[in-house]
C-alpha cells in the first residue's frame, strides 16, 4: 500500500464543530475556503429553509422522547439551526427540550448516551475541576452564565445522578432560545456526589459515580470547591444552581449568596414566578398585598421559596418584617408547622407558629393530632391558598368552600405538576368557589368556562422569569441577585397581562417569551442598579438588553 492511499484524509473541522457548522448553507465560496470541496451536495440552503426541513424531521418523529432525542442531535451538530427551530416553535417544543420530557430523557441517559455536552466534575476528583473548566479554551471574561446540578431532586423524579447533566443542558437551551443568552457564553455542569437509586448503581450501563451519595462535611467542602473554582476562573459568571434536594439547596444559597453570584431557580425563581402571579390576582381582589394571609400547603424548598418572596413583596409594600412572617402558615406532611416539631428544616423555622397560638384548634386523630389543611384555612381565613405538595387532590371541594367563605376572591393556585399529582384542577376549583377564585397553576390548562365566563388559567412557569432574569443580571453585571432584582422581575411578568377582564389569565403565555425576557431583564437592571449591585451601568438600559440578546443568524454574509 503506498503512503498516499493509507493516508485517510482528516474531516474538516468546521463540519463536527456546532458552534461554527452551517451544514448546506456554506455558500460555494465558503466550502472552497474552509477545504469542503466535495464534502457537501451541491445545493445551498438558507437558515430559513434548514429549519423549515428540520422542523418537519422533528414533528415526524414518533414520540416526545424521539423530537427530544432529535432535537438534541441537531444541536450537535448545527447550534445555530437548532436555536432558530427552538426559537420559531418555542411554546411548542419547550415541553420537549424541558420538563417534562426531559425527565425521560434523563432516566435513559446513561442507555441512549451519544455524545458528551458540558462539564462533569466528581467529588471523587476534586482537584481536577480547574484542570476540566480549562478544557473548555475560554477564558475570564468568555462565560457568562454556568449551570449546575447535583441532580438529587430533578423535576419530580427524583435523584438519577449523572444523568443530571440534561437538566443543565435543557436550561441553558430556554436561556438562549428564549432571552438570547450567547450559546457561546455559557457551561452546563454536572456534580457528580454519586446516587441513592439503586437500579443506577446496580446498572452496568451507569455512567456516574458508582457509590451512595456524598454528604455531610465533604459534600460541602466539595461544593465550595466548586464555587471557588468557577467564579475564580469566570469571574462574571452567574452560577445558576438547579434541582438540589432541599437539605443541602437552601443552604447553599443562605450560606454562599452573600459572596457568589449565585441564583437558585428553584427556591427563587419558582417563588417570584409565583410573586408574579399573585401580583396580578392582587390587581383584581383590590386587598393590598401587605395584607394578605398566606396558607402553603407543601413547605419544601419550593414552598418556602415562594413563602420568602411573597413576604420580601410584603415588606416592600409596608408591612412590618415581623408581622409579614406572621402572616404565612405552612402545612407539610406532620402538618401545620409549630415550633414545638422536632425535625423542621431551618428554612422552616421562621414561620412555625407558637403552639399556644393553636391550641384549641380542631387535630385530626387518623393523623398522629396533626393540624390539617382544612382546619388551617378555617381559622386561618387566607386570602392566598399555594400548592406544591405533590398531594393530587388536597385542595378538596371543602377546602375551596373553605376559602371562598372566608375572602371574596380567593387566590388558590396548586402549582405542583405533573397532573397526576396537582392539588386540584382549575376546572374543581372554579365550580366550588362560584367562580370567584383567582388561579394559576403549574401545568398548562385549557381554558375553563364556569357561569357563562371563559377563564383563561396562567401557568406559573419559571420560564416567564428567570430567562429575563439571567440576562438582566449578565447586563448590569450584578454581583448579587437581590431581593429587589427578584422582585422586579415578577413585577416586569405581571405588568405583562391585563387581569382586569372577567376570565383573564394572571399570567403572559409562553409564546413570545423572547419580547417578554427582554422586558423583564430591563426591569432587573433597573433594580440592579437601583440596589446598588451593578457593576455595568448602560446609559439606555433597553438599548443596552435588545443588544446583548444573541440571535440565531449566519453572520459573515452566508445564509439568513
Given at each position: 500500500?503506498?503512503?498516499?492511499h493509507a ?11 456546532p ?12 466550502r472552497e475556503?474552509?477545504?469542503?470541496t ?10 430559513t ?19 427530544n432525542v ?6 450537535d451538530?448545527n ?6 427551530v ?9 415541553p ?16 441512549e448516551?451519544r ?5 462533569f466534575l466528581?467529588?471523587?476528583r476534586?482537584d481536577?475541576?480547574?484542570k476540566a ?14 449551570v ?17 447533566i440534561?437538566i443543565?443542558?435543557?436550561k ?7 432571552a ?6 455559557v ?12 437500579s443506577?448503581?446496580e446498572?452496568?450501563?451507569y455512567?456516574g ?15 465550595e470547591t ?5 467564579s475564580?476562573?469566570?469571574p462574571d459568571a ?31 425563581g419558582t ?15 383590590g386587598l ?8 402553603i400547603f407543601g413547605?419544601g ?12 413583596a410584603?415588606?416592600?409594600?409596608g408591612?412590618?418584617?415581623e408581622r409579614?412572617?406572621?402572616?404565612v402558615w405552612?402545612?407539610d ?7 414545638d416539631?422536632?425535625?423542621l428544616?431551618d ?20 393523623d ?19 400548592g406544591?405538595s ?7 371541594r ?7 367563605e372566608?375572602?371574596e376572591?380567593?387566590?388558590?393556585f396548586p ?23 383567582l ?22 412557569n419559571n420560564?416567564?422569569l428567570?430567562?429575563g ?8 453585571g ?23 377582564e372577567?376570565?383573564a ?7 413570545d ?20 449591585v451593578?457593576?455595568s451601568?448602560?446609559?439606555?438600559i ?16 452566508t445564509a439568513?
Open positions: 500500500m503506498t503512503e498516499s493516508r485517510t484524509p482528516a474531516t474538516p473541522g468546521v463540519l463536527v464543530d458552534l461554527r457548522n452551517r451544514g448546506v448553507a456554506f455558500t460555494a465560496r465558503e475556503a474552509l477545504g469542503l466535495g464534502r457537501l451536495p451541491s445545493g445551498v440552503l438558507t437558515l429553509q434548514q429549519a423549515r426541513r428540520a422542523y418537519r424531521q422533528m414533528r415526524a418523529q414518533g414520540s416526545d422522547l424521539a423530537k432529535y432535537l438534541e442531535q441537531l444541536h451538530r447550534e445555530t439551526l437548532y436555536f432558530k427552538l426559537g420559531d416553535h418555542l411554546a411548542e417544543l419547550l420537549i427540550v424541558y420538563d417534562p420530557t426531559v425527565g425521560e430523557a434523563i432516566e435513559k441517559y446513561s442507555h448516551y455524545r458528551p455536552r458540558g462539564i466528581s467529588v471523587d476534586p481536577d475541576m480547574e473548566f480549562a478544557t473548555l479554551q475560554l477564558g475570564p471574561e468568555d462565560v457568562d452564565l454556568i449546575c446540578t447535583d441532580a438529587e431532586e430533578i423535576l419530580g423524579i427524583g435523584d438519577w445522578g449523572v444523568g443530571g440534561q443543565s443542558v435543557g441553558l437551551a430556554v436561556y438562549t432560545a428564549a438570547g443568552v450567547d450559546p457561546r457564553r457551561v452546563a455542569v454536572s456534580l457528580d456526589v454519586g446516587t441513592d437509586r439503586t443506577l448503581l446498572d452496568p450501563l455512567l459515580n458508582r457509590h451512595p451519595r456524598v454528604r455531610g462535611a465533604r459534600y460541602d467542602a466539595f461544593i466548586y464555587l471557588e473554582t468557577a475564580s476562573a469566570f452567574l452560577l445558576h444552581f438547579e434541582d438540589f434536594g432541599p437539605g443541602n439547596a437552601r443552604r447553599i444559597l443562605d450560606r454562599h449568596g452573600g459572596r457568589y453570584r449565585i441564583f437558585n431557580d428553584d427556591i427563587q417563588g417570584a414566578v409565583t410573586l408574579a402571579a399573585a401580583l396580578s390576582a392582587v390587581k383584581v381582589s393590598r398585598l401587605r395584607d394578605q394571609k398566606l396558607v413547605a424548598t419550593a414552598g418556602v421559596g415562594i413563602a420568602d418572596q411573597l413576604r420580601d410584603m415588606i416592600r409594600d408591612q412590618d418584617p409579614a412572617v406572621a402572616q405552612l402545612i406532611r406532620q402538618g401545620l408547622l409549630t415550633r416539631m422536632t425535625g428544616r428554612f422552616q423555622q421562621p414561620y412555625a407558629r407558637d403552639p399556644g397560638e393553636v391550641a384549641d384548634w380542631a387535630r385530626d386523630a387518623r398522629d393530632g396533626a393540624i390539617s389543611l382544612l382546619e388551617t384555612v378555617r381559622r386561618v381565613r387566607p386570602t392566598i391558598l399555594l406544591t405533590t398531594v393530587h387532590g388536597a385542595f378538596t371543602e377546602v375551596v368552600e373553605a376559602m371562598a372566608g375572602t376572591r380567593p387566590v388558590i402549582i405542583s405538576n405533573p397532573t397526576s399529582r396537582i392539588e386540584a384542577m382549575p376546572a374543581d376549583v372554579l365550580a366550588w368557589s362560584g367562580g370567584k377564585a388561579v394559576a397553576t403549574g401545568i398548562p390548562v385549557p381554558p375553563v368556562t364556569c357561569g357563562g365566563v371563559t377563564h383563561q388559567i396562567g401557568q406559573a420560564a416567564l428567570y430567562p432574569l439571567g440576562l438582566g443580571t449578565i447586563v448590569s450584578a454581583s448579587q441577585v437581590t431581593a429587589g432584582m427578584l422582585l422586579a422581575a415578577a413585577g416586569a411578568v405581571a405588568d405583562q397581562v391585563d387581569p382586569s372577567p376570565g389569565s394572571l399570567l403572559p403565555p409562553v409564546d417569551l423572547r419580547e417578554s425576557s427582554a422586558l423583564t431583564a430591563i426591569a432587573v437592571v433597573r433594580a440592579a442598579l437601583e440596589d446598588g451593578a457593576t451601568k448602560p446609559t439606555d433597553e438599548e443596552a438588553v435588545r443588544e446583548a440578546m444573541w440571535q440565531p443568524v449566519y453572520t459573515d454574509g439568513s
